[in-house]
């Protein structure tokens, strides 16, 4: 037997999540059926994080162990010929047993992408959500950094959530802008939202994006971040974000 590693990109427009859910399409189910093509055997992966319906990744980790011989070099060529073409594995490694997607994993970063400006990005329009107007990035800014650090997050989770525990550590946040120069006028642009952390909580991101852009847009202050976080209460938060604006950046282990 081998532990297999994959990286995997997808955009998740098309699938119900990454996890496999009754008759749903997702991208466990299609990363299974790729390796069973493939191997003949039938196999269960483990992905490093459940994105949502509509999330996308661009390094979504996965691990699982086979029998098959297959030189671990043909994996790649070999699983995206079997896979939907929204679906990429970018590189394959044999690991040890002891290695675990999720539980091996000491750091994920995403990232939420919004364009501001009056007309939307058609060729964006399924990764980038689209703000009609512009937003205070200083002060968006200022409010992101307040997460950063041990905190109780329940502010910030989906009230469907059933872990016991909504401690998380925030690592590292930034915000990142880039001015599209090419249409009206200047005065579009992009901004993008990292955060790292240790874990992450159901919603837990895209609901941080609905309260920073409340704050973007004036409706609340970057200081009322430390209150919310605070509160312990869902509904001291804004709303949760559309989810084809996240995507998971990056894994380290």
Not at 107 to 128: E, N, Q, S, V, W
Not at 147 to 176: A, K, N, P, Q
Not at 189 to 196: R, W
Request: net charge neutral; with cysteine; proline share 4%.
């Amino acid at each position: 037997m081998r532990n297999v590693k994959l990286n995997v990109s997808y955009e998740g427009t098309a699938y119900s999540g990454f996890q496999t859910q009754p008759h749903r399409n997702t991208i466990q189910d299609k990363l299974e059926e790729a390796i069973t093509a493939l191997t003949g055997r039938t196999v269960k992966v483990t992905g490093s994080g459940r994105t949502d319906a509509g999330v996308h990744a661009r390094a979504q980790i996965v691990n699982f162990e086979t029998d098959s011989k297959i030189p671990i070099e043909r994996w790649c060529l070999a699983m995206n010929a079997r896979l939907p073409n929204d679906i990429v594995v970018y590189a394959a490694e044999e690991v040890p047993f002891d290695f675990h997607a999720r539980r091996s994993a000491k750091r994920k970063t995403y990232r939420y992408a919004i364009r501001y400006g009056r007309l939307p990005d058609l060729f964006t329009r399924r990764t980038t959500l689209h703000h009609p107007t512009p937003l205070n990035k200083e002060a968006m800014r200022q409010a992101l950094a307040v997460l950063e650090g041990e905190h109780d997050f329940t502010s910030f989770c989906s009230i469907h959530s059933s872990v016991e525990s909504h401690v998380r550590t925030i690592f590292e946040t930034r915000l990142e802008t880039l001015v599209d120069d090419g249409m009206e006028d200047g005065q579009a642009g992009v901004i993008h939202l990292y955060i790292t952390g240790n874990g992450f909580l159901y919603n837990m991101v895209r609901i941080i994006v609905g309260t920073l852009i409340e704050i973007g847009e004036g409706k609340r202050s970057p200081a009322e971040m430390q209150h919310i976080l605070d509160a312990q209460d869902r509904m001291a938060a804004g709303p949760t974000a559309e989810p084809h604006g996240l995507m998971l950046w990056d894994v380290v282990y």
